[in-house]
């Protein structure tokens, strides 16, 4: 069984930078993918961010285009470098991981962690 434990959430003001972490805790497949979600209070999740470990390739949605930037090491941990945050980006953060990059962006994933809180005011 394969783990997913985020880290680095909390409490930003707009303007700042937040890193969030996600390690991978037992199997996960070489070639595999990666990726965030994030869920508002009262709203749905909605996907972030995608990585495809061997193509190298990234996913973006169009919200944090420009200001996140998901990065990984080793297959064994995914970063979210969330920079310039806007309250709207306050969520529960969720890390995925599935072998394809298609369904990490579709949220049609294996594995998903427990969640980590962001906040940002202004």
């Known amino acids: 069984q394969v783990q997913l434990v985020e880290s680095g959430g909390g409490l930003a003001q707009a303007g700042d930078s937040l890193r969030l972490s996600c390690k991978v805790d037992?199997?996960?497949?070489?070639?595999?993918?990666m990726g965030w979600f994030r869920q508002p209070t009262g709203e749905k999740r909605e996907f972030v961010a995608a990585l495809s470990w061997r193509a190298g390739s990234t996913v973006y949605a169009d919200s944090v285009k420009g200001r996140f930037t998901i990065s990984g090491d080793n297959e064994k941990t995914a970063y979210l470098q969330m920079d310039n945050l806007k309250p709207e980006d306050t969520a529960v953060y969720y890390c995925?991981?599935?072998?394809?990059?298609?369904?990490?962006?579709?949220?049609?994933?294996?594995?998903w962690g427990k969640g980590i809180q962001v906040t940002v005011c202004s």
């Open positions: 037992g199997r996960i497949f070489s070639g595999s993918a």
């Open positions: 995925t991981a599935d072998p394809r990059l298609e369904t990490v962006v579709a949220g049609r994933v294996a594995v």
